[in-house]
């Protein structure tokens, strides 16, 4: 019997999956990715400024990107489970290169239009809700399943990591160089992951390649609907995303309303999101190895609630400070904990399917927690928003103990 199937996992360091050559070169692969998706998000956004300087131009380009999550994660899922996930990878790396250099030529000639900005970021949408399920289904083909949870939370630092450096690189590229970099840098960063897809010799592995693609849909919607975990995961993801989806969506106007700050300031509070996630992802593992998963999401979801509660509070650095890291590390405590139950209780044929359906609600509840915070800001204020949203995450998270995830 092999060590690791009787080790206690509070014994394995979060970092032993960087050990592993593969999963080592996927993940810095994975941060220079994530640092040019954000270095793209302020590129497009500030370019859009310029080209069509409307709110609802500006708030489209954002749309754009996101929009395709909602409703074809889900086929992208169903399509990784039917083909070569390391071919898929390539194909839409490949694409997403050519999409983002056509980006940053035409940028550079000034020959974009706004609608054509809209277009191509888009098709980078587009690119990535493929390259998202079919990156997360075959993370558990590069470790062992005993650490897994270390590489799910790897995965959270990594994003964490370009959130909080992304759009201060991005910022500094486009003020010496040009917006044109940003898109450049983008695609340089895509050019990396074909690189480490090229070194992986993925074994033969099941899939539902001899089923027709409607067939593998209905059967990946049964396999969920079925599955009672996955359902618990799914239903816990929107109970957590709907009312914590009011930092993201109103984080902009406490800065500049509550806070008085410029975008100095906003770039700062990223920045303390992220660094709560990376911190935070050094103790989930003995926190949920302690409590056990579900009160680990219960707990954390508590910690959020009152981390809300406090930035309503808050109008200095002293106070904002701690509360957005305590933000930061409990969000990624709880959707790292739901991502891991989620891959764990996926079998390898169904796993891209189920990781879509994962991504649908995330995206999902993030749309329409954002409509629903943001309508209640319109008609109060942001912080009477983000204290009835603290409360509604108490409420949620009572509800979600009943849905078991270990």
Same mark, same amino acid.
């Given at each position: ?12 360091? =979060?970092?032993?999956?960087? &050990?592993?050559? @593969?999963? +080592? !070169?996927?993940?810095?692969? *994975? /941060?220079?990715? $994530? %640092? ?103 993370? =558990?083909?590069?470790?062992? &399943?005993?650490? @897994?949870? +270390? !590489?799910?939370?790897?995965? *959270? /630092?990594?994003? $964490? %990591? ?114 709560? !996630? ?129």
């Amino acid at each position: 019997m092999s060590t690791s199937t009787i080790a206690p996992a509070v014994r394995i360091s =979060p970092w032993a999956p960087l &050990r592993i050559r @593969l999963f +080592r !070169a996927f993940w810095f692969a *994975s /941060i220079a990715s $994530n %640092l040019g998706t954000w270095i793209h998000e302020v590129g497009a956004g500030w370019l859009m400024t310029h080209l069509a300087p409307e709110p609802q131009m500006v708030a489209a380009v954002r749309t754009a990107m996101s929009l395709p999550i909602v409703f074809l994660a889900f086929p992208a899922g169903a399509l990784a489970d039917r083909i070569d996930r390391r071919r898929l990878l390539l194909v839409t790396q490949i694409s997403l290169l050519l999409i983002a250099t056509t980006l940053s030529m035409l940028t550079a000639a000034d020959l974009i239009s706004a609608w054509g900005l809209l277009a191509l970021t888009f098709l980078i949408g587009l690119g990535m809700v493929l390259h998202i399920p079919t990156w997360q289904a075959s993370v =558990p083909e590069l470790v062992p &399943r005993n650490q @897994l949870s +270390r !590489a799910v939370a790897l995965g *959270s /630092i990594s994003f $964490n %990591l370009a959130r909080a450096v992304g759009p201060a690189v991005g910022g500094l590229l486009i003020a010496s160089l040009g917006v044109w970099i940003a898109f450049a840098m983008n695609a340089a960063s895509f050019a990396g992951v074909i690189v480490v897809l090229l070194l992986w010799q993925r074994r033969g592995t099941e899939s539902s390649r001899g089923q027709s693609f409607a067939l593998s849909v209905r059967h990946g919607i049964r396999y969920i609907m079925r599955k009672v975990r996955m359902r618990n995961v799914l239903a816990s993801v929107f109970l957590f995303v709907l009312p914590a989806s009011v930092m993201w969506s109103l984080l902009p106007l406490v800065v500049s309303q509550q806070l008085g700050w410029d975008a100095g300031g906003f770039g700062m509070l990223y920045g303390l999101i992220g660094a709560g !996630a990376v911190a935070a992802a050094g103790v989930l593992p003995r926190i949920d190895h302690r409590l056990g998963r579900d009160k680990t999401v219960a707990v954390a979801m508590i910690g959020f609630a009152l981390g809300l509660w406090c930035l309503s509070q808050a109008h200095s650095v002293t106070t904002v400070v701690p509360v957005m890291l305590l933000l930061g590390s409990c969000w990624m405590m709880t959707l790292t904990s739901l991502n891991t139950t989620a891959q764990i209780t996926l079998p390898q044929r169904m796993r891209a399917r189920g990781m879509g359906s994962y991504l649908t609600i995330l995206a999902l509840s993030m749309t329409l927690g954002s409509i629903l915070w943001g309508f209640v800001a319109e008609q109060t204020d942001v912080a009477f928003a983000l204290r009835t949203a603290a409360a509604l995450m108490i409420v949620t998270a009572a509800a979600g103990l009943r849905f078991r995830l270990d």
